[in-house]
């Protein structure tokens, strides 16, 4: 008798629990919709703590709008307030944009079909959701300079990189991030076997937070080239051997796995 009455309650221990976890979903889903007046899709949910939410964090959802995967972002249930979800909706949304304004530039230093991605990060006092119709341009033309741009990117080869033969085209890449006007600019390019789809890492990167060194691929290693390495912002931030005063530094700031 007693061991049914503890598989009972194990068992509505689970129903509730995943109850809940819909419940979550369905709760952050809608009032994510109610706030920017649209559909979105969730991909995914990452759960949080039941009883340390406040400390650890609810729920937390990878969500894209309808019909456009390519805006992938993060939504989740404030700690404190139940009736307000937090997101970087607007970043994702940015971000495409600003990918869009510079797919020439990029597309032309590098490989065809290579997987690509720009990251914006800004602090979540300086934009809200009134600036979602806002484009980037604007942002920008309102004299907000204070965010940070990653490129990310991941180059097929055949084997081991010769990296030497992407160095001009790597810088150009860094130029043209620094460009932008932030002073916190990144380049990140993993040199990956021509055998793997890393597709949807590149897609996801926004909010994936996984490093090259930490991917479920084969990936020889990496350029990862920002702001420090800029000759006018070095200040023995970096080793002066690997500061970018030419495009064959880049080949010197490679880092390969596994060896």
């Not at 503890?6 to 979903?25: D, H, K, N, R, Y």
């Not at 937090?86 to 597309?107: G, P, R, S, T």
């Not at 890449?173 to 055998?195: A, C, H, I, P, Q």
């Amino acid at each position: 008798m007693k061991k049914w009455i503890m598989l009972t309650a194990v068992i509505l221990f689970v129903v509730m629990g995943g109850a809940g976890c819909m419940s979550s979903e369905s709760k952050v889903l809608a009032k994510l919709e109610e706030k920017y007046n649209q559909k979105f899709t969730v991909e995914g949910v990452k759960e949080g703590s039941k009883i340390f939410a406040q400390m650890y964090g609810k729920d937390k959802l990878t969500v894209h709008p309808e019909g456009n995967p390519e805006v992938v972002f993060l939504a989740q249930e404030d700690k404190d307030d139940k009736e307000v979800v937090n997101d970087n909706y607007v970043l994702a949304k940015w971000a495409e944009e600003l990918k869009a304004k510079l797919a020439d530039q990029i597309e032309k230093e590098l490989p065809p079909g290579t997987p690509y991605k720009i990251l914006l990060r800004i602090a979540p006092d300086k934009y809200d959701k009134s600036m979602v119709n806002m484009s980037f341009d604007e942002y920008l033309e309102s004299g907000n300079q204070d965010f940070s741009v990653v490129l990310k990117a991941g180059i097929k080869t055949e084997g081991k990189p010769e990296v030497s033969q992407f160095n001009k085209n790597i810088f150009n890449l860094y130029n043209l991030m620094k460009s932008l006007g932030t002073e916190r600019y990144t380049v990140s390019v993993g040199f990956v076997d021509n055998s793997e789809d890393i597709s949807d890492y590149i897609r996801t990167s926004l909010v994936n937070n996984i490093a090259w060194s930490n991917l479920k691929a084969k990936v020889y290693g990496e350029v990862n080239v920002d702001y420090r390495f800029d000759p006018e912002n070095n200040s023995g931030m970096v080793d002066d051997t690997l500061v970018l005063i030419g495009p064959e530094r880049i080949a010197v700031n490679y880092q390969p796995f596994g060896e």
